[in-house]
């Protein structure tokens, strides 16, 4: 695993020993993931949720974001060590908790972000309750784009009042990458 591009380029990330901890994003999926998001990572506020090796967060970091929060529990020592690795240390942050109680946390600060990457273990009903959560709180910013990564055959969204999903690109049979916004900003973009 390693970074694809930008200032860190070619810097290989730790990964931690067998899989039951983390399922990394592949490199293609990661790949089409930034060029989907282009120029939209630049400057941006990125939040990292279920962050496991940070390639998601390091990787917005590597290609100009501004800042960027990681989370994870399991593997935070991990993400420290990777953040060292890609000399982030200034803009990246490591939250140690649970990934609810590190959502609640920042939302209480409060907090935002343009840039969400979503990526929970698949087939446990997380990245329905994460969905729920954003939907019904003020982290994604009003133009912020939300990036959930879920099992090919988990299609079944939850039902969403301030988000929508403006794009799905799935890959293989296992993976499926959702791009969701505040529906006040798509209706406003739409308008325009």
Avoid: W
């Avoid at 591009?5 to 983390?22: E, I, N, S, W």
């Avoid at 999926?29 to 390091?58: H, N, P, Q, W």
Wanted: aromatic share 8%; net charge positive; glycine share 10%.
């Amino acid at each position: 695993m390693r970074i694809i591009t930008g200032r860190a380029r070619g810097t290989r990330l730790k990964t931690p020993r067998g899989m039951a901890v983390t399922r990394p994003t592949s490199d293609r999926v990661k790949e089409s993931l930034f060029s989907i998001l282009g120029s939209l990572v630049a400057g941006r506020r990125v939040l990292d949720v279920f962050a496991g090796t940070g390639s998601l967060g390091l990787e917005a970091l590597s290609r100009g974001a501004a800042a960027a929060v990681l989370i994870d529990a399991a593997t935070a020592p991990l993400l420290r060590e990777n953040v060292r690795r890609c000399h982030f240390e200034q803009a990246a942050e490591v939250l140690s908790l649970d990934a609810f109680a590190a959502l609640a946390r920042l939302e209480r600060a409060p907090r935002t972000f343009d840039l969400v990457f979503c990526d929970p273990p698949y087939h446990k009903g997380l990245f329905e309750r994460a969905l729920a959560f954003f939907d019904g709180g003020h982290l994604l910013a009003e133009n912020g784009i939300l990036v959930v990564e879920h099992g090919g055959d988990e299609d079944a969204l939850p039902e969403l009042a301030a988000l929508v999903r403006v794009d799905g690109r799935r890959y293989g049979k296992t993976t499926q990458l959702s791009f969701f916004q505040r529906r006040s900003f798509v209706e406003v973009d739409a308008g325009e």
